[in-house]
């Protein structure tokens, strides 16, 4: 018979020495993923608005929250500047991809809205010129948009929006989901035509924009998501609430998802004459 010698046993400081070790590891890794994610957060938060300019009849808000995940740098955006006329003109939009580049091409859509916007006051020419610009400089990726121009002195929204998600829309005469017709996303077809609707933004009526990641997850689908941000604003609407507590009630509807998309929300919602923000 031959007779094997079994290995020692670990001692209990041996055991203690590899727990500190393994314990020391991970939380240098959680403190890698940490700066990782506080860094693509501060990257996408760098390249939207600090705040929205404001006019006269209109209080408007808007929020963005980062993928889930915190690796993922978004593509979506949200964005409002005065027009030459006088009015404003506010943009949301969603970037294909969740990467550095669709950061970048966003922050390149946002700055090339602005520039057309100076040319045209229609919506659908802006995202007419805006898509054939992206197609110009070949990026390969495509986004969905919606622009809106509102005039301070007739209180009249004008928009168009190229694939994007439709807008909810709540009034004292009730609520629901805008419909209206659509282009394709930029960046796709050229010579593309969007068609621009125009609504009055009365007194306390709200018109709210959202990007996908507020309203549709892997179990989720978007028509339950649209519902659901419908029927908060006609009740915020009803109880006279600020754009600021709308825009983050309904940023809230995207916890019900289970997204892993980055989300943003842009509330619009009429004000007595002379009033503005949020």
């Known amino acids: 018979?031959?007779?094997?010698?079994?290995?020692?046993?670990?001692?209990?400081?041996?055991?203690?020495?590899?727990?500190?070790?393994?314990?020391?590891?991970?939380?240098?890794?959680?403190?890698?993923?940490?700066?990782?994610?506080?860094?693509?957060?501060?990257?996408?938060?760098s390249m939207l608005p600090s705040d929205l300019p404001a006019v006269p009849g209109l209080r408007v808000a808007a929020r963005y929250a980062p993928a889930r995940n915190g690796l993922d740098i978004g593509g979506d955006w949200y964005d409002g500047f005065l027009l030459p006329d006088g009015s404003l003109g506010l943009s949301i939009g969603d970037v294909q991809g969740h990467d550095v580049e669709a950061a970048a091409v966003m922050g390149q859509i946002r700055i090339g809205l602005r520039a057309v916007?100076?040319?045209?006051?229609?919506?659908?020419?802006?995202?007419?010129?805006?898509?054939?610009?992206?197609?110009?400089?070949?990026?390969?990726?495509?986004?969905?948009?919606?622009?809106?121009?509102?005039?301070?002195?007739?209180?009249?929204?004008?928009?168009?929006?190229?694939?994007?998600?439709?807008?909810?829309?709540?009034?004292?005469?009730?609520?629901?989901?805008?419909?209206?017709?659509?282009?394709?996303?930029?960046?796709?077809?050229?010579?593309?035509?969007?068609?621009?609707?125009?609504?009055?933004?009365?007194?306390?009526?709200?018109?709210?924009?959202?990007?996908?990641?507020?309203?549709?997850?892997?179990?989720?689908?978007?028509?339950?998501?649209l519902a659901a941000v419908a029927e908060l604003v006609g009740r915020a609407v009803g109880e006279r609430a600020s754009a600021g507590e709308l825009a983050a009630g309904v940023m809230g509807v995207a916890a019900r998802t289970d997204h892993t998309d980055d989300a943003a929300v842009l509330v619009l919602m009429g004000a007595a004459a002379g009033a503005a923000g949020e």
């Open 1 to 45: 018979m031959t007779w094997r010698r079994h290995p020692r046993s670990a001692s209990a400081d041996d055991l203690l020495t590899a727990l500190d070790r393994l314990t020391d590891r991970a939380r240098k890794s959680a403190e890698s993923q940490k700066a990782r994610v506080e860094l693509a957060e501060a990257l996408q938060r």
């Open 117 to 225: 916007a100076t040319a045209t006051a229609d919506p659908g020419e802006i995202l007419g010129r805006a898509n054939d610009l992206l197609l110009s400089v070949d990026q390969g990726l495509f986004a969905t948009c919606s622009f809106l121009r509102f005039d301070p002195v007739t209180g009249v929204v004008e928009s168009a929006r190229a694939g994007h998600v439709p807008a909810v829309w709540a009034s004292g005469e009730g609520c629901g989901i805008a419909e209206d017709e659509t282009g394709v996303p930029l960046g796709i077809m050229a010579g593309e035509t969007y068609p621009v609707v125009r609504r009055r933004l009365t007194e306390g009526a709200a018109l709210v924009l959202v990007t996908d990641g507020v309203v549709e997850g892997p179990a989720y689908p978007i028509e339950a998501g």
